[in-house]
């Protein structure tokens, strides 16, 4: 609101300003002024590393190319509320994997654009730690998973003789329950409420050396932590998710592995016109998953800071972020 | 409990239940063969009374998302619309908020974002402990000083002083504004009944439908920030307030009142100068409450834009930092402790009327804000010298570092088979046992039942709510879910007021203990539970067990502080007639202690409930599939309809028990002859 009164009062004053002075003078300030908001561009932060990193960058380009900006905590969901009424501008992770469908229900009403990807790439399957490799040796490969000896040494007491798959939160959707009767794995899936609780079962798994098999994603820094491997299903290919026939089951589909996503970049559809500077910068703006999974090391398991490890970034890629904000 | 003495007038209470006694086991002892029969036989005959047929579900989830759209984009009272009008709320609620937190923790800026320029620096922290402290020592003398500033002297020794101050700021806008609203409401309520009828029904469901299920709507109607974050605090934790208000007052003796109308009070003299500071003491614990339930909401108003420590929890926890959660979680402890010790202090103090010394100076008689404010302007000019007065020094920072995951890392590597093996006697012996029966019983017997209890209980009206509001919840199709989170909330109440109940009984007369209990109730009622979540998580699996350990650590709290409040409000002459009758100790516990206390115990169990059903939201973080998963996952995809019609199922719950409990301490009451 105030903001708006500021151009308000600017635009009066630019008006007093062409009758005292000559009007040349004054085309080239609104102009200017028409082009580009000198508001708060707001960003929003989530409460993951990777998205405080990926932000804090896109923050700090934006800052070098002149616009003010401020960081917004929001619910990685519900900020889709705020980026609608343009009470929020810029949110720059939004996961294919599980963010699509309020993704597209957002850009459905046609007030939030998306950004284009982040050129990272989510990765998301079952996985397991090295150890494990030991009672199941014919692992990565799925099938192995099919044997009941390997079942039964991912089981615990409650659904023994079968394995426990710890699935990530029911709103992460991945269709788990679907691919284990599928691909007929006699494993149990289980839901973990958040993904606190899903590295909190693997911490303590792993510190034991006892049996786990879970849904693991990255960039993220508990594969660079914990050793292990993501289990190979057959590809994701579309067909699979839509048409029984495909894969090794022809009645059911689901009979493959999750589909490598895209991170996408999404935000209020108001900022092309009201920055569009900024917004050519978040179109442009590109990370890759081995930059994005060292600095969540970093931050993660080394204990720097967010603000040094995105400063040490901007040191070291001038170029790049440059060429982001270049008119 | 919203207001037992509204619900437990009905006439049928008195009289009836002392005559007819003998025969209500009977009565009872036919329908409950009744319903077993059912239960076990009826599967083959009336398929559809188990399993709500699904072409019957009415689609109230979709009209309240289409009422919803309609609200948020075409409501309009003619000069303005609706959407207006809360924006314009939330400007209101956002003058205070600014204000504080530019005083606290900002800064007063000019401009805004990042290319905003800082004029005057935010109070030094040494001028905030100093403050406190001196605040602490005009209300509660030495003590109570050296307890706030030893409480912020924490926060700024952990490293948590920005995201505390942040928080301050957002509690500091939110709490007086939910002491204000609850008590106008609650006398309103004493006032006018048809008010009171209007409200209550409206304050159960603020308090039960758990938050996530109307944050979408929040959201869209306040705005994002923090100031929708300060309007879901205060739908959450108002109604505690305007309840003991309605009750406390209430509960002023009929003597008081008399002499009132005797010296010829009008209405609003009475209301303000006779009941409100008569209930002085009772209305201090409904403050005690909003502070606390403010507090509460700090993770989930931090996930809707509020910052602070909450987000420090959330974050830590993310990244498994243990250490790093709890020192952010037990700041949010430290300064619930100041608050509400503060302003007990502050309601004592009020209490008693201070001579008037109107002919002294301004300075001698405001020692204190002199004091304050010389020790504020002393800290500020001081700070821009030694920067170690403006902010902490980085490097006298503590931290426990490693310590908490590693303690949790060395129980769960030792003891992990043993707790695994006590975990899994509890869950399948108890509570797996208890789901399975709840998930087989039909629908229509259940209502029956619960019509059958209210009739019984409170008559016909009753009948009709707890029934029809049972039928609610099988015809919006989510009477498995609902069995579930019966079950869960079920088992958890038990097992807090068995804990909770006795604990209260024995630290009731025993000052010191009860000091003691308190900080550990309090602690309990404000760490954020995501703090002992995520380590129950590691040491008992996702799953029931590990969110019925967070519920009962939620719950014991009212459970405790209601049965101690009951206890110590009895008369001490009637225990004394007691001693002096000869009644051992433990006749005065239960003939004479107990009975008096019976209705603050029984809003305990009351507020138990609530409790646990507020805790739904986080459980569904544990992967529970219960109706607070289904609230979690409307969340999720913002599809506000979906989230308030499990919501509401989880207020009915909340609603039927608090009904039919109040009716039945009522007869009970009516027994004991305490009415």
């Known amino acids: 609101m105030q903001s708006s009164t500021n151009t308000v009062r600017r635009s009066l004053r630019c008006g007093a300003a062409a009758l005292a002075m000559a009007a040349a003078s004054c085309v080239a300030l609104s102009a200017v002024s028409a082009q580009e908001s000198t508001d708060t561009i707001t960003l929003t932060l989530h409460d993951w590393t990777g998205q405080l990193i990926t932000t804090n960058i896109m923050g700090e380009v934006l800052k070098q190319a002149g616009y003010s900006i401020e960081y917004v905590q929001a619910d990685y969901l519900a900020q889709f509320a705020g980026l609608e009424t343009g009470d929020l501008d810029i949110a720059m992770e939004m996961w294919e994997t599980t963010g699509r469908e309020a993704m597209d229900a957002a850009t459905a009403t046609g007030k939030v654009e998306n950004f284009g990807p982040t050129g990272m790439k989510a990765k998301e399957e079952w996985w397991y730690p090295e150890y494990m490799k030991a009672k199941c040796p014919g692992l990565p490969d799925w099938t192995a998973l099919k044997e009941p000896a390997c079942a039964e040494a991912f089981s615990i007491p409650e659904t023994a003789p079968k394995g426990r798959y710890l699935g990530g939160p029911v709103t992460w959707g991945g269709f788990d329950d679907e691919r284990v009767e599928a691909l007929d794995l006699p494993f149990e899936v289980i839901h973990a409420g958040t993904d606190a609780a899903l590295f909190a079962e693997l911490e303590s798994a792993y510190q034991r050396e006892a049996p786990i098999m879970l849904w693991i994603y990255a960039p993220h820094w508990a594969p660079a932590k914990y050793k292990g491997e993501w289990v190979e299903f057959p590809e994701y290919t579309a067909e699979c998710y839509s048409d029984p026939a495909w894969g090794s089951n022809p009645d059911m589909a689901y009979d493959c592995g999750k589909p490598f996503g895209e991170i996408w970049k999404v935000g209020w559809s108001g900022v092309k016109d009201k920055w569009p500077g900024a917004y050519q910068a978040v179109k442009a703006f590109t990370l890759d998953n081995d930059e994005m999974g060292s600095m969540i090391t970093e931050v993660d398991l080394n204990g720097k800071s967010v603000d040094a490890v995105v400063a040490d970034w901007m040191a070291a890629n001038k170029d790049r972020w440059s060429g982001w904000i270049k008119k | ?675």
């Open chain 2, 1 to 675: 409990m919203a207001s037992p003495d509204a619900h437990l007038s009905s006439p049928a209470a008195g009289p009836w239940s002392a005559s007819h006694a003998s025969r209500v086991p009977v009565v009872w002892g036919v329908v409950l063969i009744a319903f077993v029969g059912f239960w076990l036989y009826g599967r083959s005959l009336a398929g559809w009374a188990f399993d709500y047929p699904r072409g019957w579900t009415v689609p109230a989830a979709r009209w309240i998302s289409a009422a919803m759209k309609w609200l948020i984009n075409d409501a309009t009272f003619g000069l303005f619309s609706f959407t207006d009008m809360t924006r314009f709320i939330s400007a209101i609620v956002e003058l205070p908020y600014r204000l504080a937190q530019s005083l606290l923790s900002t800064g007063f800026l000019e401009g805004s974002g990042s290319s905003a320029v800082q004029i005057l620096p935010p109070l030094p922290w040494l001028a905030v402990v100093g403050a406190v402290a001196l605040m602490g020592h005009a209300l509660g003398g030495r003590r109570l000083a050296a307890l706030v500033s030893a409480c912020f002297l924490f926060i700024a020794v952990f490293g948590q002083w920005s995201s505390a101050m942040t928080t301050l700021a957002s509690i500091l806008v939110a709490a007086p504004l939910g002491v204000i609203l609850g008590l106008l409401c609650g006398v309103a309520a004493v006032r006018w009944r048809g008010f009171e009828r209007a409200l209550s029904p409206l304050l159960d469901l603020m308090q039960t439908i758990p938050v996530f299920a109307y944050l979408v709507p929040v959201l869209f109607l306040f705005g994002f920030g923090p100031t929708a974050a300060v309007i879901a605090t205060l739908i959450y934790a108002t109604p505690p307030m305007t309840r003991i208000t309605i009750l406390s007052l209430r509960a002023v003796p009929s003597e008081v009142i008399d002499l009132g109308n005797m010296v010829g009070c009008t209405r609003r003299q009475m209301t303000w100068r006779i009941l409100v500071p008569t209930a002085r003491e009772s209305l201090m614990v409904g403050m005690n409450q909003v502070i606390m339930l403010s507090l509460n909401m700090v993770i989930i108003a931090s996930m809707i834009g509020a910052g602070g420590l909450g987000f420090d929890v959330l974050a830590a926890l993310r990244r498994l930092d243990f250490g790093a959660g709890l020192e952010a979680g037990l700041a949010i402890v430290a300064l619930a402790i100041a608050l509400d010790r503060l302003s007990q202090a502050a309601a004592h103090r009020l209490a008693t009327p201070l001579k008037s010394d109107a002919r002294k100076g301004f300075a001698a008689r405001h020692p204190y804000l002199l004091a304050a404010l010389a020790t504020i302007g002393i800290a500020s000019l001081l700070a821009l010298v030694l920067p170690w007065v403006h902010t902490y020094p980085q490097s006298m920072q503590l931290s426990t570092g490693a310590f908490w995951s590693d303690v949790v890392a060395w129980i769960n590597v030792n003891y992990f088979d043993t707790l695994e093996a006590a975990k899994n006697a509890v869950l399948l012996n108890i509570l797996i046992p208890f789901k399975r029966l709840l998930a087989t019983l039909p629908w229509l017997g259940v209502v029956g039942l619960l019509g059958f209890a209210g009739f019984r209980l409170g008559g016909l009206r009753l009948a009709l709510l707890t029934a029809g509001l049972s039928f609610l919840i099988a015809a919006t199709g989510q009477w498995e879910k609902a069995m579930i989170t019966v079950y869960l909330c079920g088992i958890s109440v038990i097992i807090a007021s068995l804990i909770g109940i006795p604990i209260g009984i024995v630290t009731a007369s025993r000052d010191r203990l009860w000091s003691v209990v308190q900080v550990i109730i309090d602690t309990l009622q404000t760490l954020p539970s995501f703090v002992y979540l995520m380590p129950a998580v590691m040491l008992f699996r996702v799953g029931d067990f590990t969110a019925m350990i967070a519920i009962v650590a939620f719950a014991v709290a009212p459970a405790i502080r209601y049965t101690v409040l009951g206890i110590r409000k009895v008369d001490p002459r009637l225990i004394e007639a007691g001693r002096a009758m000869g009644c051992t100790e433990w006749q005065l516990l239960t003939r004479i202690k107990l009975k008096l206390a019976f209705p603050e115990i029984m809003l305990g169990l009351n507020q138990t409930i609530m409790f646990a059903l507020s805790m739904l939201v986080i459980t569904a973080l544990v992967g529970t599939r219960d109706l607070g998963q289904e609230v979690y996952i409307a969340l999720t995809k913002a599809d506000t309809g979906r989230g308030l019609v499990a919501g509401l199922a989880v207020a009915f719950i909340a609603i039927i028990a608090d009904r039919l409990i109040s009716a039945g301490a009522g007869r009970v009451r009516a027994r004991l002859g305490l009415e």
